[in-house]
């Protein structure tokens, strides 16, 4: 994942993701005391760096005793740099991507935490016009609803990373805005924590998003996304979209249904058509009957003809400000839609690479994990764990251990 708009507006998902896929295991707060890399270690560079750093944030109005505070238990983060040094560009199927971020149990916890918060989101929506489903499935998307909001020190974090320089500039903005959010009182210190990249709160801001967008909904003079009160970070994450542009009462996009022969080269974000004219062209509603005319769309085929289409209107364009992916922006529209209430998508997805199709895959990691090759899992993602179980598999029979599933793999499991 390369540091763009795309990725440091909010880095919640980002952060799932990355950890995700053939069975990560429970989705928890990150929790630094377990790695010791993210304790502070003695760095003298580092603590000259900040010492430079201190003249320059007071030429900027950044108090003293702000720093001081701020700096007090803050320090060199190693395991940050490796994190930062480490991470990997890939894109994952929409399948898959799904798969993970809208799975079943998540569509249902987001159904319980809608409703437990239906009030408060419907207050939201009425101030900044964007629909409750919608902030909810950006909650989802982004903290799993609260549960990984990230517990590391943000001025740790961002001032290390402003210390390696790989990207100085960037982390130093963010670690100047941190500092603005402690002299303005929204959060102490102690409480100013987020991911290894500075994203926090429920809807994972970095701080200067959180400075930009974010705020004080519930009227108590403070603008706080960290608490377990998700009234300010839910109104943030709206206020975000509505300053981005969302237009009111109006959708994401849908689910479409091609007619045969299609021409997918007519797909692309680019590619905007009234809706009149997919109409002429054969394209229809996935649930049957006319489409609905929300203003120009686009066409998106994420895994070609075979697989889903969708129409996306212009609020489709305005998640992606949050993420400019197209991957999570589907994410988004999906996981509102079936958070208020609508079924699966009704269309398949064309078998990978393998030949194989996500119930196989789920066969896979369940037969594997019966016969004591633990997935971690059985969402049907061939994430690491479930390659790490297929080469354990295919070691003990004698076979070279590729960690690739494959039809031969699961029939010989039985």
């Not at 295991?25 to 003298?44: I, K, M, S």
């Not at 500092?179 to 500075?198: C, K």
Request: positive net charge.
């Amino acid at each position: 994942m390369q540091v763009t708009r795309r990725s440091f507006t909010v880095l919640g998902a980002a952060a799932f993701l990355a950890g995700c896929g053939g069975g990560a295991g429970p989705v928890g707060r990150l929790t630094p005391a377990a790695d010791p890399d993210l304790q502070p270690q003695p760095n003298p560079a580092y603590d000259a760096w900040v010492a430079s750093f201190r003249s320059r944030a007071q030429s900027r109005g950044i108090r003293a005793d702000v720093l001081d505070t701020a700096f007090r238990s803050a320090g060199y983060l190693p395991g940050v740099v490796t994190r930062d040094r480490n991470q990997t560009e890939f894109k994952r199927s929409l399948e898959d991507y799904l798969a993970i971020v809208a799975s079943e149990e998540k569509v249902a916890t987001g159904r319980s935490q809608f409703a437990r918060t239906r009030g408060l989101l419907g207050q939201i929506e009425a101030r900044y016009g964007v629909p409750s489903h919608v902030v909810a499935a950006v909650w989802g998307m982004e903290s799993n609803y609260g549960a990984r909001r990230g517990d590391i020190p943000v001025i740790s974090a961002t001032s290390t990373l402003a210390f390696d320089g790989r990207r100085g500039d960037f982390f130093e903005s963010q670690l100047m805005a941190a500092l603005r959010i402690l002299q303005r009182g929204d959060v102490s210190a102690q409480g100013l924590v987020g991911s290894w990249a500075g994203a926090m709160g429920h809807t994972q801001f970095i701080p200067t998003t959180y400075q930009a967008h974010a705020v004080d909904f519930a009227g108590d003079g403070r603008r706080d996304i960290w608490s377990d009160d998700p009234t300010d970070g839910l109104a943030s994450a709206a206020a975000y979209l509505s300053d981005s542009g969302w237009r009111r009462g109006m959708p994401w996009g849908l689910e479409a249904r091609l007619p045969s022969g299609f021409n997918a080269g007519l797909a692309g974000r680019g590619r905007r058509r009234p809706v009149s004219e997919w109409s002429t062209l054969g394209v229809r509603s996935a649930g049957g009957g006319a489409l609905p005319d929300h203003g120009p769309a686009a066409l998106l085929l994420p895994q070609g003809a075979s697989g889903p289409a969708f129409l996306a209107f212009r609020n489709f364009d305005v998640i992606l400000r949050y993420n400019n992916s197209e991957n999570y922006g589907i994410g988004v529209g999906y996981l509102s839609d079936r958070i208020a209430g609508a079924g699966p998508l009704r269309s398949d997805f064309p078998p990978d690479r393998y030949g194989l199709t996500i119930d196989d895959r789920r066969r896979l990691q369940q037969r594997l994990t019966a016969n004591g090759f633990d997935t971690g899992g059985t969402d049907g993602v061939i994430g690491p764990k479930s390659q790490e179980a297929i080469r354990a598999y295919q070691s003990s029979l004698g076979v070279p251990a590729t960690g690739e599933p494959s039809r031969a793999l699961l029939d010989r499991l039985g």
